[in-house]
Nanobody, 121 residues
Framework: QVQLVESGGGLVQPGGSLRLSCAAS????????LGWFRQAPGQEREFVAG????????YYGDSVKGRFTISRDNTKNTVYLQMNSLKVEDTAVYYC??????????????WGQGTQVTVSS
């Protein structure tokens, strides 16, 4: 079992920045891939970014490339999502998720409770 707890959401103006955190606990993480997803009201859940725990290699959705950065701190078992140049359309509930294996696609077995990000003037 893996437990995930997100934090860091809030209200920010367009062009601003936020950093989300995802604290992981439970089983060993060496073979995990972790992803950030988001879901806005009335829209499908969207993959935002992913990171492989062992290597630190990353992957981004097209809508956030160049603006968002995913990273991890192995000493704290925490994954971060640094979000810069935020846009109104980035408004959503952001979820951290984990799956065993190297692929970022496929079913994610573990999910956090989500954190709201609202970009508005």
């Amino acid at each position: 079992q893996v437990q995930l707890v997100e934090s860091g959401g809030g209200l920010v103006q367009p062009g601003g920045s936020l950093r989300l955190s995802c604290a992981a606990s439970g089983r060993t993480f060496g073979s995990l891939s972790l992803g950030w997803f988001r879901q806005a009201p009335g829209q499908e859940r969207e993959f935002v970014a992913g990171i492989r725990w062992s290597s630190g290699s990353t992957y981004y959705g097209d809508s956030v490339k160049g603006r968002f950065t995913i990273s991890r701190d192995n000493t704290k078992n925490t994954v971060y999502l640094q979000m810069n140049s935020l846009k109104v359309e980035d408004t959503a509930v952001y979820y951290c998720a984990a799956r065993y294996g190297l692929s970022f696609s496929g079913k994610y077995d573990y999910w956090g409770q989500g954190t709201q990000v609202t970009v508005s003037s």
